[in-house]
């Protein structure tokens, strides 16, 4: 990582990217030191405070019959995930709703909330019913996840790229929990074309493609096995397959 260029958490606002085209994939965390360094000349990377990689912890709500999650199984358009997300290194706290439509762009909303307990309040409230059809009355915390964050910004700032690992599931006041160390998810955040992606090429190159993925989805497959999931299954099989690989004794 020390390599790259960096860019402050100000100028990358200027790519917020929060209408966009998104691409996932997911791979083992040894892969990742050979991406990174393919890429260090095409992209900055975002340094708070003199830190670059970032602790994220996300809460999901649902209704309690996951309608949500039933929504993302099926693949319907104009599917929703609401969330409150801290943002770790600088301790800012957003309750975040994500949209993606017909066209597969994906919108995501936001408001700045000092609400520490991740409650949806009466001030989050007005927020809430402008952009989802669900009420505060109808949606609670069904999933907990946090995990490590390396952001990379594109020179021109069309593209950005998340990096997590270190990922660990939970469900709210609950001892259910899983860690998957060995697992890496990498998105590309674009508004034009993917193949023009110096990113999306060098993982071509090490014959990773992409992949449909949803944290909130497979975490809570993970951590509910009762619930339908017939279309999250090859995911799931590849999740623990990825991480026993890195649990063995001899792993690269």
């Known amino acids: 990582m020390s390599v790259f260029s960096t860019i402050s958490l100000d100028d990358m606002g200027k790519a917020d990217l929060m209408r966009r085209k998104d691409c996932k994939y997911i791979f083992g965390i040894p892969n990742l030191p050979a991406i990174l360094s393919s890429v260090k000349d095409n992209y900055t990377v975002l340094e708070i405070n003199g830190i670059r990689s970032h602790n994220y912890e996300t809460i999901y709500y649902d209704t309690p019959d996951r309608e949500m999650y039933h929504m993302h199984h099926r693949g319907k358009a104009n599917r929703y995930k609401v969330r409150f997300r801290r943002y770790g ?4 706290m957003f309750l975040e709703v994500k949209r993606k439509d017909s066209k597969g762009i994906t919108v995501k ?30 949606i609670f915390p069904v999933m907990e996840n946090c995990f490590n964050r390396i952001t990379l910004v594109a020179h021109d700032r069309k593209e950005r790229i998340t990096l997590d690992y270190g990922l660990r599931f939970s469900v709210p006041a609950g001892d259910t929990n899983m860690e998957v160390p060995g697992l890496s998810i990498a998105e590309i955040k674009y508004t034009e074309w993917l193949h023009r992606s110096f990113f999306h090429q060098a993982l071509r190159e090490q014959r990773i493609m992409p992949t449909r993925f949803s944290k909130y989805c497979i975490g809570t497959a993970l951590l509910n096995p009762h619930l339908k999931q017939n279309r999250f299954k090859e995911k799931v099989r590849k999740v623990y397959k990825i991480n026993h690989a890195f649990n063995q004794p001899n792993h690269p």
């Open 89 to 92: 290194t600088s301790d800012i």
């Open 109 to 138: 909303n936001r408001i700045r909330t000092g609400n520490s307990q991740a409650e949806i309040l009466t001030t989050e409230e007005a927020f809430l019913a402008a952009f989802v059809p669900y009420s505060r009355y109808r």
